[in-house]
T-cell receptor, first 113, second 114 residues
Framework: DGGITQSPKYLFRKEGQNVTLSCEQN?????MYWYRQDPGQGLRLIYY???????QKGDIAEGYSVSREKKESFPLTVTSAQKNPTAFYLC????????????FGPGTRLLVL | QKEVEQNSGPLSVPEGAIASLNCTYS??????FFWYRQYSGKSPELIMS????GDKEDGRFTAQLNKASQYVSLLIRDSQPSDSATYLC??????????????FGQGTTLQVKP
């Protein structure tokens, strides 16, 4: 069953804590993306990766970090430097390069305690 | 600053009517255009993509592209209550090179009333 999985579905963060959101895909896609969505807003790009061991900052990278050690996986860490982390986090993947179609995972909702 | 603009709505139409959703974009060199549907609390799902001027039909959905006017629209015929959702327009970011990046509008909320 091909697709993109994200875990957990809900995540609670305490002050000063780093948390990591998981994103896995078995679509054999080269490119993976992390977006943040705030209520009533569109999607804002946090980080993206076109190939293993390489990634680029998006429009709102401050307070976030990523890694791309495997083609299938693109975890996002929300660090304590991100002062307003409450949002819906969406991972997407696509063939990348000249093919821009992106497919989304189910999302992780991050809440601050 | 490249932008994709959508009217946030809500756009309210009666069941069975045609819903028309509109999107304008600022980057003249954009070449790929996408419509996503997002139900409340869920992730976006791809409805249609369009790359050439004119109309592209898929079932009850028709995407229309006019590159000269920098305008893309989505028509939903015979609207059903199950079509009630937020519709996101996305445009490729050609200025970033061949990165596959998309720029998203803020979305239009559609309400189909029985």
């Amino acid at each position: 069953d091909g697709g993109i999985t994200q875990s957990p579905k809900y995540l609670f963060r305490k002050e000063g804590q780093n948390v990591t959101l998981s994103c896995e895909q078995n679509l054999n896609h080269d490119a993976m993306y992390w977006y943040r969505q705030d209520p009533g807003q569109g999607l804002r790009l946090i980080y993206y990766s076109q190939i293993v061991n390489d990634f680029q900052k998006g429009d709102i990278a401050e307070g976030y970090s990523v890694s791309r050690e495997k083609k299938e996986s693109f975890p996002l860490t929300v660090t304590s430097a991100q002062k307003n982390p409450t949002a819906f986090y969406l991972c997407a993947s696509g063939a990348g390069w000249n093919e821009e179609t992106q497919y989304f995972g189910p999302g992780t909702r991050l809440l601050v305690l | 600053q490249k932008e994709v603009e959508q009217n946030s709505g809500p756009l309210s139409v009666p069941e069975g009517a045609i819903a028309s959703l509109n999107c304008t974009y600022s980057d003249r060199v954009s070449q790929s255009f996408f419509w996503y549907r997002q139900y409340s609390g869920k992730s976006p799902e791809l409805i249609m993509s369009i790359y050439s001027n004119g109309d592209k039909e898929d079932g009850r959905f028709t995407a229309q592209l006019n590159k000269a006017s920098q305008y893309v629209s989505l028509l939903i015929r015979d609207s059903q209550p199950s079509d009630s959702a937020t519709y996101l327009c996305a445009v490729n970011d050609r200025g970033s090179g061949n990165t596959g990046k998309l720029i998203f509008g803020q979305g239009t909320t559609l309400q189909v009333k029985p």
